[in-house]
């Protein structure tokens, strides 16, 4: 098992969150109370894993890469209410990609812990977490629209359209500087709730907004993609105009887009509320990490495959 098991000491179980800038006064995270000190925690407690590290990294690149054109396509075409989302998402995936794929990887490589590099690894945490919160809140607008528009409905939701990206905006810098980060551990591989400093409980890092998060939006986003499908199958089965039936088969390349992002998003979440609570192989503690990076960075590969209106902007 790669979970290392909740430590013990005297600190309190109940503690007063405080807003990211200041982080250094919470007890929990001051790493100068316990030895080793500042790079000696590489070299006690880290561990070096240069071919995750470097793929993660070539991961990000190659993703970062393949996105400009695609932001570019999706700010064209920002008039539209679901191209605006799906623009919106697209900088909430390329900011998460610096994050848990190019910052992660060089903290892999490094070997580096929380109290190697404390701002560095907890920036990292906290705004690749609020992204992550905020790229599930984007999904869950966008399987929304979709089903008010198969449902000729969508003049209702498009109306409403700014003023949700900007709820789904504050939702996502709330868990970023207003909750506890996930911080990298060369040692496991991933992100965890606990820095692994040695004598505070584990509970006590616990982010419980981020697992209701996981639980509920990523869960509701599924629910809403069977919906979606449900709907999608009902509609072609009534259509009776050859025009109809174009128009619903149409739609089937954005279905397929849609269920292939919700299919790694329910794989990153459920994994990692998993580990952070659970003893865990660490090969599934890879596979999460992993899960969410593809979650972020699989999108633009999507729409240049599946999405016209994209590829015809790239060109």
Request: charge should be neutral.
């Amino acid at each position: 098992m790669a979970f290392a098991p909740s430590s013990m000491g005297d600190a309190p179980m109940v503690r007063q969150w405080l807003p990211i800038w200041q982080w250094t006064s919470m007890y929990e995270y001051n790493c100068s109370r316990v030895r080793p000190i500042g790079h000696e925690w590489t070299e006690i407690r880290g561990e070096s894993h240069p071919i995750y590290g470097y793929w993660s990294m070539f991961w990000g690149v190659v993703c970062e890469i393949f996105y400009v054109p695609c932001v570019y396509a999706l700010f064209k075409e920002r008039r539209v209410p679901c191209y605006r989302i799906m623009f919106w998402l697209a900088i909430v995936d390329v900011i998460a990609i610096m994050c848990n794929s190019l910052g992660f990887g060089f903290i892999l490589i490094e070997g580096s812990v929380f109290c190697s590099r404390p701002w560095f690894v907890w920036m990292v945490g906290c705004v690749g977490l609020g992204m992550w919160c905020g790229a599930c809140i984007g999904c869950l607008l966008l399987v929304t629209y979709r089903i008010f528009e198969l449902m000729n409905m969508s003049k209702r939701f498009e109306a409403q359209t700014n003023i949700l990206i900007v709820i789904a905006t504050c939702y996502a810098l709330y868990f970023a500087f207003l909750t506890p980060p996930i911080l990298t551990n060369s040692q496991f591989n991933a992100m965890f709730y606990d820095p692994f400093i040695g004598d505070v409980p584990t509970e006590v890092y616990v982010n419980w907004p981020h697992t209701a998060n996981n639980l509920l939006i990523v869960m509701t986003s599924a629910t809403l993609y069977i919906i979606l499908i449900t709907v999608l199958m009902t509609k072609q089965g009534a259509m009776s105009s050859e025009a109809g039936r174009a128009r619903m088969s149409a739609n089937y390349p954005i279905f397929i887009q849609a269920s292939l992002i919700c299919v790694f998003n329910v794989a990153a979440s459920l994994e990692y509320i998993y580990m952070n609570f659970f003893p865990t192989p660490q090969l599934l503690i890879e596979m999460g990490h992993i899960s969410w990076q593809i979650s972020h960075g699989v999108p633009p590969f999507i729409y240049l495959l599946l999405n016209k209106t994209v590829r015809r902007h790239c060109r």
